[in-house]
């Protein structure tokens, strides 16, 4: 809208002479849409890096693979230790 559109809005809303309630109303809606966007934008992001952090790239080990490795890879000098975590039989 150019500034002489929102500034003939701005006279007739002035002079509609609004109850509080009505004013905190038109507020609402008014601040409504932005805020909306926002949200919606928002949550677009969060899916973006959801599906990006879930991409496997060609050749990568799967989570099981990784955690075996990690397991074996326990090794202090001679001695030779290994984990039993919670869920391993």
Do not use: Q
């Not at 609402?28 to 919606?40: C, D, F, G, N, S």
């Not at 074996?72 to 984990?83: A, C, P, T, V, W």
């Amino acid at each position: 809208m150019s500034t002489t559109a929102l500034n003939n809005l701005w006279t007739y809303i002035k002079g509609l002479s609004l109850s509080y309630s009505d004013r905190k109303w038109l507020a609402e809606h008014l601040v409504e849409p932005e805020e909306t966007e926002r949200a919606k934008e928002r949550k677009r992001d969060e899916e973006w890096v959801r599906e990006l952090m879930a991409l496997r790239y060609e050749g990568e080990i799967g989570a099981e693979e990784k955690k075996h490795l990690l397991r074996e890879s326990h090794n202090f000098g001679l001695r030779d230790i290994k984990y039993k975590y919670g869920n391993d039989k």
